[in-house]
T-cell receptor, first 112, second 108 residues
Framework: DGGITQSPKYLFRKEGQNVTLSCEQN?????MYWYRQDPGQGLRLIYY???????QKGDIAEGYSVSREKKESFPLTVTSAQKNPTAFYLC???????????FGPGTRLTVT | GQSLEQPSEVTAVEGAIVQINCTYQ??????LSWYQQHDGGAPTFLSY????GLEETGRFSSFLSRSDSYGYLLLQELQMKDSASYFC?????????FGTGTKLQVIP
């Protein structure tokens, strides 16, 4: 079965700790994305990657970092510099940049 | 940059028809997509319009007018399971920009 997986589904951290969210896809898609969604809000783009070893900042990249060492994987690190990290994080992929996206199930991060 | 506007909430009766509008301002436009998201779930792709006109997929249809920077999603024969948030999204050069979503509540 092809798809996108994110783990874990729920994550709890203490303020001041970095945390890494996993995203893996076996759809052979070139492009991958990370979004943040706050309650009642739309999706805001954090980072995106068009191809392996390349990524660009989205609209709200401050306090986040990513890597794209493999085509299948695009992990997101939420650093302690992110002022308000509690949110629902969604990873997506597409055949190429700008085309329609397939989403993972999301990770709900709570920082206290 | 891109900006999209859509109503925040819509309520409609089961079995009826509802239209969710979306207007956009964009510096680069390839097409307009629609996504559905149930509470707590991930968005799923519904439709895409690159050209003016109506695209129909079962009970759902999507319309685009590039000259008016306007599109809509039309849901017919509403079912309770259609209660969800619906996002329009502009497909640009390298990325997709999402609207803030319309929460549709279907009532009996």
């Amino acid at each position: 079965d092809g798809g996108i997986t994110q783990s874990p589904k729920y994550l709890f951290r203490k303020e001041g700790q970095n945390v890494t969210l996993s995203c893996e896809q076996n759809l052979n898609h070139d492009a991958m994305y990370w979004y943040r969604q706050d309650p009642g809000q739309g999706l805001r783009l954090i980072y995106y990657s068009q191809i392996v070893n390349d990524f660009q900042k989205g609209d709200i990249a401050e306090g986040y970092s990513v890597s794209r060492e493999k085509k299948e994987s695009f992990p997101l690190t939420v650093t302690s510099a992110q002022k308000n990290p509690t949110a629902f994080y969604l990873c997506a992929s597409s055949i190429q940049s700008g085309t329609d996206q397939y989403f993972g199930p999301g990770t709900r991060l709570t920082v206290t | 940059g891109q900006s999209l506007e859509q109503p925040s909430e819509v309520t409609a009766v089961e079995g009826a028809i509802v239209q969710i509008n979306c207007t956009y301002q964009t510096s680069g436009f390839y097409g307009l997509s629609w996504y559905q998201q149930h509470d707590g779930g991930a968005p799923t792709f519904l439709s895409y319009n690159a050209l003016d006109g109506l695209e129909e997929t079962g009970r759902f249809s999507s319309f685009l007018s590039r000259s008016d920077s306007y599109g809509y999603l039309l849901l017919q024969e509403l079912q309770m399971k259609d209660s969800a948030s619906y996002f329009c999204a502009v497909r640009g050069y390298q990325k997709v920009t999402f609207g803030t979503g319309t929460k549709l509540q279907v009532i009996p």
